[in-house]
């Protein structure tokens, strides 16, 4: 099976005939989640289908011993902590969606989980975060004289001072971006953390130096785009020329690899706008106007400070 299993009908007797339709499609939506999130899970529901069968057992429902087992194997493998999580996500949303109890609430696969863990002694990875400094060596040094350069550009430096999530990136349209005389307001349908679409927006400010302009960047691909509508970051042909294919995340990914290193990740634009700028002094509240975290917990987490001279106090004790 490559997908979730499908959404069971719910008991409608007291639901009026004429909502049943619109209701059953409001559970179904609300029970999926995002689409990125639905294309993950699929992929380890089906390693997961694909081993209770080589082993004749059931998935949906599954009994503990066949998740135990399954987790095991994963484990064994060498599969790191953090997807060995993502397997069990996946089981549970499967379960979840035919309405039945997910095997993982059951102790024993608990303190699997948590055997497991301890024996690999792994946290989670992280996205790097960069210095400043190189991001703007990295900039300047950019081949803006193609397409290719002036939207690897823009893609870079918007991504870093609005810190999006490349989702995001990936999702942005033309009509999404509102200019003016003090910069770039980014509106936001749906995010990771904003499923329900409710009005986000992205403050996105002119720098001093053009080079290092995450707007004057944008104007420059926007009028090289040429267009009043449609995606913002497009895919190009060899030969420089334009397509109306939306990039995808794996390649925005890839071009952040490119530029920044093996090391980082996409991801690395959002972690390194909260270090930066809780470096330069900004509170969370303003850290989380941008990222539209929820909670100071979260910034302290996306603050990558793994330089023990960086934001301590003890240059400060006046001695």
């Not at 005939?17 to 995002?34: K, N, Q």
């Not at 449609?230 to 109306?244: A, E, I, Y």
Request: aromatic share 6%.
């Amino acid at each position: 099976m490559s997908h979730l299993p499908a959404v069971p009908s719910s008991p409608t007797s007291l639901v009026p005939a004429h909502l049943v339709e619109s209701t059953g499609r409001y559970v179904e939506s609300g029970l999926r989640g995002a689409a990125n999130t639905i294309r993950a899970y699929a992929g380890d529901w089906q390693r997961f289908t694909a081993w209770c069968q080589q082993h004749q057992l059931e998935s949906l429902p599954a009994p503990v011993e066949a998740l135990a087992g399954f987790l095991t194997e994963l484990a064994d493998a060498g599969k790191k902590v953090a997807t060995i999580q993502r397997h069990v996500a996946a089981i549970v949303k499967a379960h979840e969606l035919a309405g039945l109890d997910s095997p993982s609430a059951n102790q024993k696969i608990k303190v699997l989980l948590k055997g497991i863990a301890r024996e690999k002694k792994t946290r989670i990875k992280q996205a790097a975060a960069f210095t400043l400094a190189n991001f703007k060596h990295t900039i300047r040094s950019m081949d803006v004289t193609t397409p290719t350069g002036l939207r690897n550009r823009a893609l870079l430096l918007l991504g870093f001072a609005g810190a999006f999530r490349r989702s995001e990136l990936e999702a942005l349209n033309i009509e999404d971006l509102a200019f003016d005389e003090e910069g770039l307001v980014v509106s936001l349908d749906k995010s990771k953390t904003n499923q329900l679409g409710q009005a986000e927006e992205k403050a996105i400010f002119y720098s001093p130096d053009p080079q290092l302009c995450p707007i004057r960047a944008l104007q420059a691909w926007l009028r090289v785009l040429n267009r009043t509508e449609g995606c913002v970051f497009v895919s190009l042909r060899k030969n420089q020329r334009l397509t109306m294919r939306r990039m995808t995340s794996k390649y925005i990914n890839l071009i952040a690899q490119q530029y920044l290193g093996r090391g980082y990740t996409a991801h690395s634009l959002r972690a390194s706008f909260v270090t930066v700028s809780k470096l330069n002094g900004a509170d969370d509240s303003k850290v989380m106007n941008q990222t539209k975290h929820k909670t100071s917990a979260m910034i302290r987490r996306y603050t990558r400070l793994d330089n023990v001279r960086q934001h301590n106090s003890a240059k400060e004790l006046g001695l």
